[in-house]
């Protein structure tokens, strides 16, 4: 008797969680995840609908939606992934917009390198040099074309030490095992710890735009929820948010003349 | 299907990490199975549990310890740069440190299992012949306990060869240094390049079903003998 009141109790449970309120279930980069944190505590504070997300990597996230994963939107850390499940027609390609623009910049967590990053960087005077994954990550994409620009490949070459995404590259700083790291600026803003004269704000003009998508997936064209939240990203509250971060917001202007 | 440079590379570096961990673990973890399986000690529980850590927390989180005990602040990475030796992450040493600590429960657990099953008989038998303790243990303890080291040698390889969330953390990707399959594949499984992955995914697993089904069948062999030694 026991037995059936506690599967009667069980079944209850589930049926009473089915009837809860729909949630809308999202895919975000990892570099966004702080961001995204924020951004949702605003939405959920005037809208009824829920937000369920799931942090990640792009390639993860890539893989997972050819296969079916249940997310509505897919907020992706490049455009190399929106643009391979478009061409899988698995977007709503209208629905498709960047959202955010990361800034890079190099980082050390060494009180005795304050003020002289790009010194440092420039002299060779550090044991190792950290940054994300090229062939994974924007930000290590991006980090090769500011060693290029400087003409630093070659010298600073051998110093390299890969991370598997920029967080991982932030960990290597922080841990104290590499003297400097290319991460993105959200990282530094988000943790508030960080003193400005640590890092170096990589200008604009030394790498391409690391310009980050989001894409509405066909298998959500009709829920409500994703276009409500989609169109809460559009909004100026959004982008303020998204700005304070660290990450140059869509049509954002004022942002990206500190150079 | 074809395997560039790269991906050959990370099959050899995969290949000398795995046997000198296994060589270097078979040394290591054979005094502390011996230990374990003879002694009286209070100090066994303990042990057995420190041994048994590792089975316990994800590899990127006990990676993520390691890279700060490695660390040039960390209590292991003072005393290798007190040594001279610099600090281990980022190095093929910081990877074979690692995994051995990944590795020790799948190799002492086999030695200390195959060591107590031997029981105190035999060795009290070679004792009254006059065999002194290390005679007693190439002559009487190895031989017996053949299947258990050679259970230890095969999952000890088996275990780092599949190793990935330690190395992803403390080696940074540094090619023909600490690039090993499992990041490779996973390099090329994030960048959407499946055919590479694939290839190398194919290559491992058949590799590693040779290797196991050998080191199987030799060790189904040596049990029956084993087993009607003593019976």
């Known amino acids: ?259 | 299907m074809s395997l560039s440079d790269g991906d050959m590379a990370t099959i050899w570096l995969t290949l000398r990490l795995a046997t000198t961990v296994t060589i270097l673990l078979l040394i290591f973890a054979t005094p502390v199975g011996w230990w374990l399986a003879r002694t009286k000690s209070w100090f066994k529980g303990p042990l057995s549990a420190i041994v048994a850590l590792p089975l316990v927390l994800p590899p990127t989180v006990l990676g993520f310890y390691l890279l700060l005990a490695m660390g040039p602040n960390g209590a292991i990475g003072q005393f290798t740069q007190a040594l001279g030796l610099g600090t281990l992450p980022f190095t093929f040493w910081g990877l074979v440190v690692a995994s051995m600590v990944y590795s020790l429960p799948f190799v002492v657990q086999p030695i200390q299992n195959s060591i107590e099953a031997i029981g105190n008989r035999p060795l009290e038998a070679a004792a009254t012949l006059g065999a002194g303790p290390i005679d007693r243990f190439f002559t009487v303890v190895l031989p017996l306990a053949k299947p258990g080291f050679m259970t230890a040698t095969i999952l000890g390889f088996a275990h780092t060869v599949g190793e990935f969330g330690i190395v992803l953390m403390i080696g940074g990707s540094i090619p023909g240094e600490t690039r090993v399959v499992s990041v490779q594949i996973y390099d090329h499984v994030e960048s959407l390049e499946y055919v590479q992955a694939h290839a190398l995914s194919g290559v491992m697993i058949v590799f590693s079903f040779v290797v196991l089904l050998l080191l199987y069948t030799f060790q189904r062999k040596n049990k029956a003998v084993g087993m009607t030694y003593g019976s």
């Open chain 1, 1 to 259: 008797m026991k037995i059936m009141k506690l599967l009667g109790f069980i079944l209850l449970s589930v049926c009473t969680f089915g009837a809860e309120a729909k949630s809308v279930h999202v895919a975000v980069a990892a570099n966004f995840s702080n961001t995204m944190k924020s951004l949702v505590k605003e939405f959920e504070k005037t809208s009824d609908y829920q937000i369920a997300l799931s942090f990640g990597s792009s390639g993860k996230f890539y893989a997972q939606i050819k296969q079916g994963a249940p997310y509505e939107l897919f907020f992706s850390a490049d455009q190399a992934k929106p643009d391979a499940l478009q061409k899988n027609g698995l977007v709503m390609a209208n629905s498709r917009f960047t959202y955010a623009t990361g800034r890079l910049a190099l980082w050390s967590a060494r009180p005795d390198f304050a003020n002289k990053i790009e010194t440092k960087l420039k002299e060779g005077t550090f044991n190792k040099l950290a940054f994300a994954n090229p062939k994974l990550a924007p930000y290590g994409a991006a980090t090769l074309e500011v060693l290029k620009y400087l003409s630093l490949i070659e010298s600073t070459q051998s110093k390299w030490v890969r991370g598997e995404n920029v967080a991982q590259t932030y960990q290597f700083v922080s841990s104290g095992n590499a003297d400097l790291g290319f991460i993105a600026l959200s990282q530094l803003l988000g943790t508030k710890k960080v003193k400005q004269d640590s890092y170096w704000l990589v200008p604009n003009y030394m790498h391409h735009p690391i310009k980050q998508d989001v894409v509405l997936l066909r298998s959500a064209e009709k829920s409500q929820g994703a276009r409500a939240f989609l169109d809460f990203i559009h909004s100026n509250k959004a982008k303020n948010i998204i700005a304070e971060y660290g990450y140059l917001a869509p049509n954002s202007l004022n942002v990206e003349q500190d150079l």
